[in-house]
């Protein structure tokens, strides 16, 4: 397992619903984060189109976001969602999973802001886009092993 890929797991590891979906972390930068959810037809909103559910989405931006902040962060520590805007902008493909990346473009002392997509294959294609603050913890987090 490669630094990224122990980070990643360390990150998602305790979230049981990221767990649920196979979310799994494919590339940390300093600040950015690229995560995947794999097709899985139980995830389908729509059972006759075999659509994945839209919670599943939301779901993946919402962690990749929280994974962007972790890595700029450097360390383990509380964050949490103030607010997740997400534009939905075409369903996503049957079959084909589903990535998403998230970049940190700004830190104050107590709030991080993040935006990003979700996407197939190209992020100049996305299925959807969100805009984030998140609240950062008061507290020193640790420092993950393998942190990059």
């Known amino acids: 397992m490669s630094s990224t890929e122990?980070?990643?797991?360390?990150?998602?590891?305790?979230?049981?619903?990221?767990?649920g979906l196979g979310m799994a972390v494919v590339e940390i930068?300093?600040?950015?984060?690229?995560?995947?959810?794999?097709?899985?037809?139980?995830?389908?909103?729509?059972?006759?189109t075999g659509v994945l559910h839209g919670g599943v989405i939301t779901s993946?931006?919402?962690?990749?976001?929280?994974?962007?902040?972790q890595s700029r962060l450097r360390a383990f520590g509380g964050i949490a969602t103030l607010d997740l805007r997400?534009?939905?902008?075409?369903?996503?493909?049957?079959?084909?999973?589903?990535?998403?990346?998230?970049?940190?473009?700004?830190?104050?002392?107590t709030v991080a802001f993040v935006r990003g997509v979700a996407y197939h294959t190209d992020r100049n294609d996305p299925i959807a886009a969100v805009s984030?603050?998140?609240?950062?913890?008061?507290?020193?987090?640790?420092?993950?092993?393998?942190a990059p």
């Open 29 to 48: 930068g300093n600040g950015t984060a690229v995560a995947r959810v794999p097709y899985a037809a139980h995830l389908s909103g729509d059972p006759e």
């Open 132 to 146: 984030a603050a998140f609240m950062l913890g008061t507290g020193g987090g640790r420092k993950p092993d393998g």
């Open 86 to 109: 997400i534009d939905y902008m075409r369903p996503a493909t049957a079959g084909e999973d589903i990535y998403a990346f998230a970049e940190c473009y700004r830190m104050t002392k």
């Open 60 to 69: 993946l931006l919402d962690n990749t976001a929280g994974i962007a902040i």
């Open 6 to 19: 122990a980070f990643g797991a360390q990150l998602l590891a305790g979230i049981p619903h990221a767990e």
